[in-house]
């Protein structure tokens, strides 16, 4: 039970990282009114830390309160899912290649390569929905997003890992 709920707590925490670091910077982008955010380095590390189901939930779920919060309402389920692959990916991304603690990084930035596939990918199908051929001009923003999450999640994955519940569930993840 102990384990579950610190689980369900971090789960938590992350959501709420992940709906902060969303929020926190915003640099708007032409074309299709969105912005470029230091969240998808969250979104990469909780996929990371907390595996495939919760990082999926923790990602999805914090992402997409940021937009809800943010007034971009149209974006809440896309973003729902995309974050949430994104984090499931970068789970199994970084359990196929860190192995007893090695690799670590090339886990966490396999994670940052496919959110620089899925986000720019997956934000282009829905927004040509509303947007037609327009909906291109969102690509190079989320690249430049996906790019400098990679960066950022390289960047804080030694601060998470040094934080001993995080490392213990690390540890259990690479053995």
């Known amino acids: 039970m102990k384990t579950h709920t610190k689980t369900l707590v971090l789960t938590a925490l992350f959501a709420a990282l992940c709906c902060v670091a969303t929020m926190s910077v915003r640099i708007p982008t032409p074309g299709t009114g969105g912005y470029i955010h230091p969240g998808d380095a969250i979104v990469i590390l909780s996929g990371v830390v907390l595996g495939p189901l919760y990082g999926f939930l923790a990602a999805g779920i914090g992402s997409c309160?940021?937009?809800?919060?943010?007034?971009?309402?149209?974006?809440?389920?896309?973003?729902?899912?995309?974050?949430?692959?994104?984090?499931?990916?970068?789970?199994?991304?970084?359990?196929?290649?860190?192995?007893?603690?090695?690799?670590?990084?090339?886990?966490?930035?396999?994670?940052?390569?496919?959110?620089?596939?899925?986000?720019?990918?997956?934000?282009?199908?829905?927004?040509?929905?509303?947007?037609?051929?327009?909906?291109?001009?969102?690509?190079p923003a989320n690249l430049i997003q996906g790019a400098s999450g990679l960066v950022l999640a390289l960047v804080l994955y030694p601060v998470f890992a040094a934080i001993p519940d995080v490392r213990r569930i690390l540890a259990a993840r690479q053995a």
């Open 65 to 139: 309160m940021s937009d809800l919060l943010g007034g971009y309402l149209t974006y809440v389920p896309i973003t729902l899912l995309i974050k949430g692959l994104v984090a499931m990916t970068s789970a199994f991304a970084y359990q196929k290649l860190s192995h007893a603690g090695k690799h670590s990084y090339a886990g966490v930035a396999a994670g940052g390569i496919l959110d620089m596939i899925l986000v720019p990918g997956g934000y282009f199908c829905f927004e040509y929905f509303l947007y037609g051929a327009g909906a291109a001009a969102s690509i």
